[in-house]
């Protein structure tokens, strides 16, 4: 095994992108990376602690000392101060905040104030806001003269005297216009507004279907605050996709970087509530046990009816908490919806349940059980579908994350409702 050089690691690292430093960190077991962040910080770029994964991020900070870590938060722009410091202890957050600049440190404070993903939370309150009656000229000779302000913006935006956003200019416009040319004479006027208490989720949809590469944020007088721009939306997206995908697979964190006890601990609650519905749908079968060991047939089938249940739900559930997310159903199409999905399921359902018809008869030479098994199909894939769009509809409704609790709604329904339609049906036909 090779042993770690910490001079030549650093070297191999110093002019790397923050991003790729950060993974590099990350992927150092425990007794490298405090051997590097304990001394060797300087060598790194200070942006470096805010592309740290979430998962990981607190662990990787302790092992910085504290004057190193308060050096490397005074050089991070405003919304990736606020992501880091905000999952800081009261005690750290004070004496971190206490070593800040006076501006810095208040515009923190005033970021941490606004609830935990909202507009407010992650907006950077460095932007350009004029008024109409600048020329393009005057706009130059005051970026170049200020240092207050952007280093780089998208956005020029356009206020009115009570400091209300009423339209911007993309800056490509001004750089190719006269000196002489008046604002208002270029100004876009269909300006999104963001409110300050917007969820991330909104701030998304409205950049999405919109186009935006940057949005101001307004208090609730509409007086401009800060600006979201689309690379902060770009995280955003990202996190919800993650956070989402996570969910469907019943998992609250990403334990990709965690041990094996504290994954299997948090993966654990989850399995026990599929144990239990497991167990519900076991009940189910042993109501019909005295049929089961008459026709051991019944038992070899009977996986089949709730696995298609199962699939045929699963992919109805996955494109509505999809279109949940963004905002796709309304009042105006939910029982069209509905319907659709419905008929999806009945379709599928009739092609499939012809095709394992057949199978069974010349499986198990009985018509009678290929009958069963084919209506049971047909009728617990248009059940399913219908369950698949009208469960995450409704624990939407209750304002629960239909990414989290669906999917395990749906298990239950469509096992219950698959193995007690097949076994109904088979007793029923069996017993004429």
């Given at each position: 095994?090779?042993k770690?050089?910490?001079?030549?690691?650093?070297?191999?690292i110093?002019?790397?992108?923050?991003?790729?430093q950060a993974?590099s960190?990350?992927?150092?077991?425990?007794?490298d990376?405090?051997?590097?962040?304990?001394?060797?910080?300087?060598?790194?770029?200070?942006?470096?602690?805010?592309?740290?994964?979430?998962?990981?991020?607190?662990e990787?900070?302790?092992?910085?000392?504290?004057?190193?870590?308060?050096n490397?938060?005074?050089?991070?722009?405003?919304?990736?101060?606020?992501?880091?410091?905000?999952?800081?202890?009261?005690?750290?957050?004070?004496?971190?905040?206490?070593?800040?600049?006076?501006?810095?440190?208040s515009?923190?404070e005033e970021?941490?104030?606004?609830?935990?993903?909202?507009?407010?939370?992650?907006?950077?309150?460095?932007?350009?806001?004029?008024?109409?009656?600048?020329?393009?000229g005057?706009?130059?000779?005051?970026?170049?003269t200020?240092?207050?302000?952007?280093k780089?913006?998208?956005?020029?935006?356009?206020?009115?005297?009570?400091?209300?956003?009423?339209?911007?200019?993309?800056?490509?416009?001004?750089?190719?216009?006269?000196?002489?040319?008046?604002?208002?004479?270029?100004?876009?006027?269909?300006?999104?507004?963001?409110?300050?208490?917007?969820?991330?989720?909104?701030?998304?949809?409205?950049?999405?279907?919109?186009?935006?590469?940057?949005?101001?944020?307004v208090?609730?007088?509409?007086?401009?605050?800060?600006i979201?721009?689309?690379?902060?939306?770009?995280?955003?997206?990202h996190?919800?996709?993650?956070?989402?995908?996570?969910?469907?697979?019943?998992?609250?964190?990403?334990?990709?970087?965690?041990?094996?006890?504290?994954?299997?601990?948090s993966?654990?609650i989850?399995l026990?509530?599929?144990?239990?519905?497991?167990?519900?749908?076991s009940l189910?079968?042993?109501?019909?046990?005295?049929?089961?060991?008459?026709?051991?047939?019944?038992?070899?089938?009977?996986p089949?009816?709730?696995?298609?249940?199962?699939?045929?739900g699963?992919?109805?559930?996955?494109?509505?908490?999809?279109?949940?997310?963004?905002?796709?159903?309304d009042?105006?199409?939910?029982f069209k919806?509905?319907?659709?999905?419905?008929?999806?399921?009945?379709?599928?359902?009739l092609?499939?349940s012809?095709?394992m018809?057949?199978?069974?008869?010349?499986w198990?030479?009985?018509?009678?059980l290929?009958?069963?098994?084919s209506?049971?199909?047909?009728?617990?894939?248009?059940?399913a579908?219908?369950?698949?769009?009208?469960?995450p509809?409704?624990?939407n409704?209750?304002?629960?994350?239909?990414?989290?609790?669906?999917?395990?709604?749906?298990?239950?329904?469509?096992d219950?409702?698959?193995?007690?339609s097949?076994?109904?049906?088979?007793?029923?036909?069996?017993?004429?």
């Amino acid at each position: 095994m090779v042993k770690f050089n910490k001079k030549e690691y650093i070297q191999s690292i110093k002019s790397k992108h923050p991003a790729d430093q950060a993974d590099s960190i990350e992927n150092l077991n425990l007794k490298d990376q405090t051997s590097v962040l304990k001394t060797s910080t300087k060598n790194l770029h200070p942006d470096f602690i805010a592309y740290l994964r979430e998962e990981t991020r607190e662990e990787i900070l302790n092992l910085i000392p504290k004057k190193q870590l308060i050096n490397l938060i005074k050089y991070l722009d405003l919304d990736d101060a606020v992501e880091i410091l905000s999952e800081f202890e009261t005690k750290d957050l004070v004496n971190t905040l206490s070593n800040l600049g006076q501006l810095q440190r208040s515009r923190i404070e005033e970021n941490l104030k606004y609830p935990e993903d909202s507009a407010g939370r992650i907006m950077n309150r460095d932007f350009l806001a004029v008024k109409s009656t600048l020329t393009v000229g005057n706009l130059i000779d005051q970026l170049r003269t200020s240092r207050r302000g952007p280093k780089d913006f998208y956005n020029v935006f356009i206020v009115d005297e009570n400091n209300t956003p009423i339209g911007y200019i993309p800056s490509g416009r001004i750089l190719r216009s006269k000196r002489s040319k008046k604002l208002k004479d270029m100004t876009l006027e269909n300006v999104h507004l963001i409110k300050s208490n917007e969820s991330v989720e909104d701030i998304a949809y409205t950049f999405r279907q919109y186009g935006l590469v940057s949005a101001p944020v307004v208090s609730t007088q509409n007086k401009i605050l800060g600006i979201i721009t689309v690379d902060d939306v770009v995280e955003i997206v990202h996190e919800e996709t993650e956070d989402d995908i996570q969910k469907l697979g019943g998992l609250f964190v990403n334990d990709f970087y965690k041990g094996a006890f504290n994954s299997a601990s948090s993966r654990f609650i989850w399995l026990g509530l599929n144990l239990l519905t497991a167990i519900l749908a076991s009940l189910v079968i042993d109501i019909y046990s005295d049929q089961l060991q008459q026709m051991i047939a019944i038992a070899v089938l009977m996986p089949i009816v709730a696995s298609m249940g199962g699939n045929a739900g699963t992919q109805a559930m996955t494109i509505y908490v999809r279109a949940i997310a963004t905002k796709d159903i309304d009042n105006s199409n939910y029982f069209k919806l509905i319907i659709k999905e419905f008929l999806i399921g009945s379709i599928n359902g009739l092609a499939l349940s012809m095709i394992m018809g057949i199978i069974a008869y010349y499986w198990f030479d009985s018509l009678i059980l290929a009958f069963a098994i084919s209506f049971a199909i047909l009728i617990n894939l248009g059940f399913a579908c219908l369950v698949g769009i009208i469960i995450p509809l409704s624990i939407n409704k209750l304002k629960i994350d239909p990414a989290l609790a669906s999917g395990i709604v749906l298990t239950t329904f469509t096992d219950v409702f698959g193995f007690l339609s097949f076994l109904s049906i088979a007793t029923y036909i069996l017993n004429l």
